[in-house]
């Protein structure tokens, strides 16, 4: 019996033994698997969050770089004391090219303002919109302001060439051309037509004020035989309070305009001259404030021509309306004599001179 109960005890050691072995290496497997989990978890865990902290460190240092000013060159400021004839202007691409492309958009720009300004006929529409409403305890008051300016010039260049004095390529990726009008003893008759369109209307009533402008500029380029090439652009911006909208062609290229706080400056002191009075932000490229600039100095001092002034007056129902329309119809030409850059604005001294 002792011998009995000793093998039946050592049987049951012996189960135990086994039961608990193979408990604890299951244990430890399924320990060890969880642990190979955690650890590729953690690995997965640490590369995306490196790869993230990567794209954001990178792309901070992109913004970081925007935010510091261009500095743009001294000719661009003073071109008449770069220029290599009285005849000059400066074009300017749009940002985001390459700078091959974005110089010869900036040389085709200059070319087509350099005609705009030795004689460019100008019709303008301006109508002052007023309503006051005098029926209730408190008078409302609503009034729009609208001028709309067109500008063209169609050219056979003869016995003409242009130079290109000046150029410079900006980390925005934009390229700026100061362009001189020679002449020449070539017989070749390029054809240069150039239409471009400016539109400021203002809103105002008891809540506020509210401003849209529509600037566009068409340039087209013949080439004389037996070439027959077109060189063609085309520039529309839309803008309405701090918000706009871009559209931009050349050579059957659609331009993407690259989203950047865009900031330049001078390495030269700007001294603002009191008879620059319109300025744009350059916060949206230097060629948006610079085309925009230029057609709205153009619009305002053609205010100061010859017009003819039509109006009109409605009083019924305790509401008085007033409309006011000026037209005209002008020529003129002017040059660009300084450009002068103060806070990120962008402002023009152009003289002026009508033709009869």
Known sequence: MKTMGRLFLLSVFFVCYFIFTGLAQEGETSYRYSLDQDKAAFENLMESESERFARTDSQNFAHKYYLIAQELPDWLFSPEKYATTGDFFIGVSDPGMDSLKALELAE?????????????????????????????????KK????????????????????????????????????????????????????????????????????????????????????????????????????????????????????????????SIENLKDSSCIISNSLSAG?????????????????????????????????????????????RLSFSLKKIIIRNNELFLKVNWQQIK
């Open 286 to 330: 230097l060629w948006n404030s610079y085309i925009n600039t230029l057609f709205s100095n153009i619009s305002y001092y053609n205010k100061n021509l010859a017009a003819n002034v039509k109006s009109s007056y409605d009083n019924y129902s305790l509401k008085n309306q007033v409309i006011i329309r000026t037209v005209s119809r002008n």
């Open 143 to 266: 009034s729009q302001y609208l001028d709309f300016t067109r500008l063209s010039r169609k050219k056979i260049l003869q016995n003409v060439n242009f130079a290109t004095d000046k150029t410079f390529y900006t980390k925005y990726g934009e390229g700026i051309a100061l362009v001189s009008l020679h002449s020449s003893n070539k017989k070749k008759k390029d054809t240069i037509e150039v239409q471009g369109e400016f539109m400021q209307l203002a809103r105002e009533d008891d809540y506020g004020l509210e401003n849209t402008v529509f600037c566009k500029l068409n340039i087209r380029t013949y080439k004389a035989l037996p070439s027959r090439d077109t060189v063609f652009s085309e520039y529309l911006y839309k803008g309405r309070g701090r918000r706009f909208n871009l559209q931009s062609f050349f050579q059957n290229d659609t331009i993407v305009f690259p989203a950047h706080p865009y900031r330049y400056e001078s």
């Open 108 to 140: 085709h720009r200059a070319k087509a303002l350099l005609m705009l300004s030795r004689g460019t006929h100008i019709d303008n529409v301006s109508d002052n919109f007023m309503v006051s409403n005098g029926g209730n305890q408190r008078e409302n």
